[in-house]
């Protein structure tokens, strides 16, 4: 656990108008709590728990050999992205058996972002699906792993069949600078879809 954060970070600005909801999600054990982790300019709230043998009964642990702990509950952190723009990071359990607590956790999110990973990327169609369902839009974020095959990024579009507009990019989930370009990706995303939302009102109004 790192150093508590200055007094300064603790509290938000004077000059933030806007507040953001976004949910973190992916399979199990794609980096959700280390994104949270390093982008959280407060203490990240985190509620894992060491896995035992009775989770590998129900969870896929393909691919997970050194994880030890997991996330029960959710992963929580803020990021100020400007003066007037603050994000509050929602991290999502990944294990399916907690889908249904982590949909109830979509209310109020303006969007989500889907961390995946090349070597198991057949896993994130149930979260993409979830989120379809309830409508809220996402961008997908590929953790670059240090043993993970690289694949060009429209070969992985057309693998995930994304839609041409849904932003598919790469980051390091360790990394703070390239965590928070995936952010901005999706941020973009966003405030792309309500401009264009906006345009249809009034163009049958």
């Known amino acids: 656990m790192g150093s508590a954060p200055a007094s300064d970070d603790v509290y938000l600005r004077p000059s933030v108008q806007t507040a953001v909801k976004l949910l973190i999600v992916g399979h199990f054990a794609v980096g959700k709590t280390t994104f949270v982790g390093a982008l959280s300019e407060i203490r990240p709230l985190r509620t894992e728990e ?53 949909q109830d956790m979509t209310r109020g999110a303006l969007g989500a972002l889907v961390l995946a990973d090349t070597r198991r990327l057949d896993q994130s169609f149930e979260v993409m699906g979830v989120l379809e369902e309830l409508g809220l839009p996402y961008a997908v974020a590929l953790n670059d792993f240090d043993d993970a095959p690289a694949h ?12 041409p507009s849904t932003p598919l990019v790469r980051c390091d989930a360790r990394d703070r600078v390239s965590s928070t370009e995936a952010l901005i990706a999706l941020v973009e995303y966003l405030l792309t879809r309500t401009g264009e939302s906006r345009t249809g009102e009034l163009e049958h109004a």
């Open 50 to 102: 060491v896995m035992t043998q009775a989770g590998a009964l129900v969870d896929d642990l393909a691919g997970t050999r050194d994880k030890t702990t997991t996330t029960v509950a959710l992963d929580f952190g803020r990021l100020t992205l400007n003066d007037a723009l603050v994000l509050y990071l929602f991290g999502t359990p990944g294990q399916q058996r907690f889908t249904e607590l982590w």
């Open 152 to 163: 060009d990024l429209e070969e992985v579009r057309e693998a995930l069949d994304l839609l």
